[in-house]
């Protein structure tokens, strides 16, 4: 399953980096708000998972933090590192689910748009892996789809949003439909203490704590 996964990924992301810039202008209003509701001291050391194109990462470093961006798809980093001004900020080809961090490392942990694109097993250990490489009590964003309270036009959303998106995205949303997803995050030991509605409730930035520490 999950050489499968890694095969597709890369294949997926590869045939999409050259027009993924339309979905980065789309969210490019989320990237800032991200950094606002971070909200952390300037010398913070921030990691980006999943940051495809970097445009979190470049976000971030617009307010002087110093940023590790981690992706699996060269095809996405490549723009990435083409776009990239900063001195601040720097890239890597890492796979998520097994980072090559010490524990404790980050001050904060980000990951957006992008836990849709896995199966439940991969999201798990991914979660897992930013609560290992991020302080204690530091800070863990998560930025994606939210589910829209109207029936008629959560169908209709996720139906055009799964027209862009990968074969793993219906098994997260039936995961935010069962109330699963919130679940998870606790299970790995992150305490979501605020959600930021965003894209017109169609997303939503979940800012948690590392609790680590506390998991049973």
Same mark, same amino acid.
């Given at each position: ?57 470049? !976000? ?19 723009? %990435? ?12 080809? !890492?796979? %998520? %689910?097994?980072?090559? $961090?010490? &524990? &404790? ?48 036009? =959560?169908?209709?959303? $996720?139906?055009? %949003? ?9 098994? $997260?949303?039936? !995961?935010?439909?069962?109330? &699963? ?12 203490? !605020? ?11 979940? =800012?948690?704590?590392? =609790? ?5």
């Amino acid at each position: 399953m999950d050489d499968e996964y890694y095969s597709y990924t890369k294949q997926w992301f590869g045939r999409s980096a050259p027009v993924y810039w339309i979905f980065d202008r789309l969210v490019a209003g989320v990237r800032r708000k991200v950094v606002d509701v971070t909200n952390t001291r300037p010398s913070s050391r921030i990691l980006d998972v999943a940051t495809g194109t970097g445009e979190q990462a470049f !976000a971030f470093a617009l307010r002087e933090y110093e940023v590790v961006g981690v992706d699996i798809s060269t095809d996405m980093l490549r723009i %990435a590192n083409e776009h990239n001004k900063y001195t601040k900020v720097t890239f890597r080809v !890492a796979d %998520a %689910a097994n980072m090559p $961090f010490e &524990d &404790d490392y980050f001050d904060v942990s980000c990951i957006s748009f992008a836990l849709h694109d896995m199966p439940f097993s991969i999201r798990k250990n991914i979660l897992k892996e930013m609560t290992r490489v991020t302080k204690p009590r530091g800070t863990i964003i998560i930025v994606d789809y939210a589910v829209p309270a109207n029936i008629v036009v =959560r169908k209709l959303f $996720f139906h055009i %949003a799964s027209l862009g998106e990968t074969k793993y995205f219906p098994e $997260f949303v039936n !995961a935010m439909l069962r109330s &699963d997803f919130m679940e998870q995050l606790k299970n790995v030991g992150i305490r979501i203490e !605020a959600e930021i509605l965003v894209l017109g409730g169609f997303g939503r930035i979940l =800012r948690g704590i590392n =609790r680590k520490d506390c998991v049973e």
